[in-house]
């Protein structure tokens, strides 16, 4: 099993500076170089104080030069919000910049917030094919002189300038939930990422076996698989009733955003009342404790576990979670410190 980070900067409050905010997200990263994660992902993401990510490349190629080894992952970019020679080329440049540590995740989105400001009328649907035709593009324009002719993209031959410093390229990365769109990564020779959110075991299972289904129907090499999990090594169960109160309170406003239907003001969402929070029982903390990978290092480590004999190559610690700077540094010092050592 190995392990990465996955993190952006996020705003709560219109008095939290950005300047601070990415500082302390540097910090994140650094401390995910320094003790020894193979990788650090961030993704992208438009509008929103939320998440803030509008241009990985751009994020990675600063982190490169605060960290000295880690893999510097897309997680992801939007494959409908960018025509594939400009993708094919920036995943390049930032591949030359960092010194041959890009990998690059490709998603559909799934916002439909950004959906109808960067491209609207554009749906889910239409956006995971507008991905299933850009991704295997990719590896063609680093490849050079190659023309497409395709449902969504044309143009004559072209070949993406600069070239990446990786032979073949950064390696890509699919974020698949459906059978299909598993099929269609590992069917591409693409690694896999898969997020279960808040549904707990029961889908980290069924993601497994879908990942499992697909390499059986596939004659070529077997890919890798991460799981994404949002992530909390307390110190003491009080320590995890606390992160799972936390959590709960994250996962709803991530329902809000996800569902578009509240106003929007300076990239912050029209804040919850307590009472909608409670009321929200799906996201409870309760529910949350189990579902994700909440508990003590011991109990942290016994998670992990479960998901290494599943199959899963990489466990992505999911730090986002609207805590504190300090308890988002001293979940991942214990998780770096207590939880990474016992899978050597």
Known sequence: MEFSLFAHMERLSPDQPHDVLYEDFLGLCRMADEGGMRAIWTGEHHGMEFTIAPNPFLSLVDIAHHTRSVRLGTGTVIAPFWHPIKLAGEAAAADLMTGGRLELGIARGAYSYEYERL????????????????APILRKLWAGDYAHEGAFYQFPATTASP???????????????????????????????????????DEIVTLMARFNAACEAHAGPRPKIMLLHHTYVAADSEDAARAAGELSRFYCYFGAWFQNKRPVRQGLIEALSEEEIAANTMMAPENLARDLTIGTPQEVIDRIRRYEDLGYDEFSFWIDSGMSTERKRASLARF????????D
């Open 163 to 201: 070239k990446p410093v990786q032979p073949g390229g950064p390696p890509i990365w699919i974020a698949a939930r459906d059978p299909n769109s598993h099929e269609f990564g590992v069917q591409n020779g693409f690694n896999i990422q898969v997020t279960p959110l808040w549904q707990g075991m």
């Open 336 to 343: 770096i410190d207590q939880v990474m050592p016992a899978f």
């Open 119 to 134: 491209s609207p009328g554009l749906d889910a649907w239409t956006a995971g094919q507008r991905m299933r035709e850009t």
